[in-house]
């Protein structure tokens, strides 16, 4: 069964590096997202990406943050300046476009000391 | 976007039918009831969706009543695998912006 990728498992950085999260998603799904989610707290949503183009974002993607499809399979979400509150598990998530039903990676742990 | 509301646990038995309700008072027209499972560490699973009335597959079945104002998740004979948080998402049917609730964590004990 094909299944969403995401790299690394476990990102360590330092307050103010920037980070990159990489997401392969299902090879024939158009729409993309990024969630994130504290430790201990609801899943959040970040941003939906469709057509190379942001369709949707949340209060919480704001200019510290960036998403982009570098090449025909990759999905990054870009930090430009960890804060510690930025320590969360973040997730991928994609979908084809018949269907609503969102297939979710397994998650980077981002911990920012 | 509609805002839901779920019980925050449930304990249950192994073989029991267990029922999670999801209540979205303000849900809108063209909105779509989803709900996912999440285990620890993991990211969340869907389960199933519905619009209106009823929705059954494989694992689960899902009430929406005519006012569409709740919707119920219906696991039947549950496992202890099923311990996990599931989640209602309300979400427009451009399926563009999700947003999950805090969730209903499920206890299945033996």
């Known amino acids: 069964e094909p299944e969403v990728t995401q790299t690394p498992s476990h990102q360590v950085t330092q307050m103010g590096q920037e980070v990159i999260l990489r997401c392969v998603p299902i090879s024939n799904h158009l729409y993309f997202y990024w969630y994130r989610q504290i430790l201990g707290q609801k899943v959040e949503f970040l941003v939906s990406f469709y057509n190379n183009e942001i369709s949707e974002k949340s209060e919480i993607f704001d200019d510290q943050f960036s998403v982009e499809r570098p090449d025909g399979s990759n999905f990054t979400l870009k930090i430009r300046s960890t804060k510690l509150e930025d320590s969360a598990m973040y997730f991928c998530?994609?979908?084809?476009?018949?269907?609503?039903?969102?297939?979710f990676g397994p998650g980077t742990r981002l911990t920012v000391t | 976007l509609a805002k839901t509301t779920q019980p925050i646990s449930m304990d249950s038995y192994e073989g029991q039918e267990v029922n999670i309700t999801c209540s979205h008072n303000?849900?809108?027209?063209?909105?779509?009831i989803t709900w996912y499972q999440q285990f620890p560490s993991q990211g969340p699973r869907f389960i199933i969706q519905?619009?209106?009335t009823k929705v059954t597959n494989e694992v689960a079945s899902l009430f929406i009543p005519a006012d569409r104002k709740s919707s119920t998740l219906s696991l039947p004979r549950v496992s202890l695998s099923d311990t996990a948080v599931y989640y209602c998402?309300?979400?427009?049917?451009?399926?563009?912006?999700?947003?999950f609730g805090s969730g209903t964590k499920l206890n299945v004990k033996p």
């Open positions: 303000n849900i809108a027209t063209n909105d779509y």
């Open positions: 998530a994609s979908r084809d476009s018949l269907r609503s039903e969102q297939y």
């Open positions: 998402l309300v979400g427009e049917d451009n399926f563009n912006k999700f947003y």
């Open positions: 519905g619009y209106k």
